[in-house]
C-alpha cells in the first residue's frame, strides 16, 4: 500500500501536478510595453497578455550557451500546455542588433513554435534594458550578451508571481505545476 502510494506521488509530480513546493507569492507588475514580434508587427502586451498567464524568458538567436536549452525548455511547455490555450510565452531578445524579425522567425521556426501563443521579441536596447532591469528584476540588456537565465511566471493581472533557474533540476515540471495552480485559481 505504501509502494503504490509512492508510486501515484511520483507519477503526479512528474506529470505536473503533484503537490506545491510553496506558495506563490505577488512580486511586482510588468508595465504595458510595446516592441516588435517575429512577424514584423508590433506587439502591444496590453492587447496581446492582458488577462493571460504568461512564461518570459530573455535569449539570443546566436547563443550558444544556454538559450538553446532555455528555449527547448520554453518549448517542452508549449506542448505540455496545449490543454490551456490561453497561456502565452514570451522570449524577448538580448541581441536586438542582430535579432532581427525576420531572425526571430527562423529562431522560432527552429524551436517550432505556435506563432498564436509564443512571439519572439525585439526593440530598441534601451526597452528591452528597462523591461529586463526594471520590470523584471532580471539585470541589464547593455549589448554584452550576458543576461539572466530565469523564466518568469506572470499572471493574469500582469504580476511577476514566480521566477525559475533554467538549470534547476525538474523546471519545466515545477513551472507546469504552478502554471496548472494559476489555471486553477483564476489567478
Known amino acids: 500500500m505504501i509502494r503504490r502510494s509512492l508510486i501515484l506521488g511520483a507519477m503526479l509530480l512528474v506529470a505536473g501536478c503533484g503537490p506545491r513546493r510553496e506558495p506563490l507569492s505577488v512580486y511586482q507588475s510588468i508595465p504595458d510595453f ?62 536586438p542588433v542582430n535579432d532581427t524579425p525576420q531572425v526571430l522567425a527562423a529562431y522560432a521556426k527552429r524551436f517550432e513554435a505556435d506563432q498564436s501563443r509564443w512571439a519572439f521579441l525585439t526593440g530598441s536596447q534601451k526597452s528591452l534594458n528597462a523591461l529586463a532591469r526594471e520590470a523584471f528584476l532580471l539585470g541589464t540588456v547593455d549589448g554584452s550578451l550576458n543576461h539572466s537565465t530565469r523564466f518568469v511566471l506572470v499572471d493574469r493581472e500582469g504580476r511577476v508571481r514566480r521566477l525559475y533557474g533554467s538549470s534547476e533540476p525538474g523546471v519545466v515540471g515545477i513551472i507546469l505545476d504552478d502554471v496548472r495552480h494559476l489555471a486553477k485559481a483564476g489567478a
Open 34 to 95: 510595446v516592441l516588435t514580434a517575429q512577424t514584423g508587427q508590433e506587439f502591444r502586451s496590453a492587447e496581446m497578455l492582458k488577462g493571460r498567464i504568461w512564461i518570459a524568458d530573455f535569449i539570443f538567436t546566436s547563443c550558444t550557451g544556454p538559450c538553446p536549452r532555455m528555449s527547448s525548455q520554453m518549448r517542452r511547455l508549449q506542448e505540455n500546455l496545449k490543454d490551456l490555450p490561453d497561456v502565452r510565452f514570451v522570449s524577448f531578445s538580448v541581441d
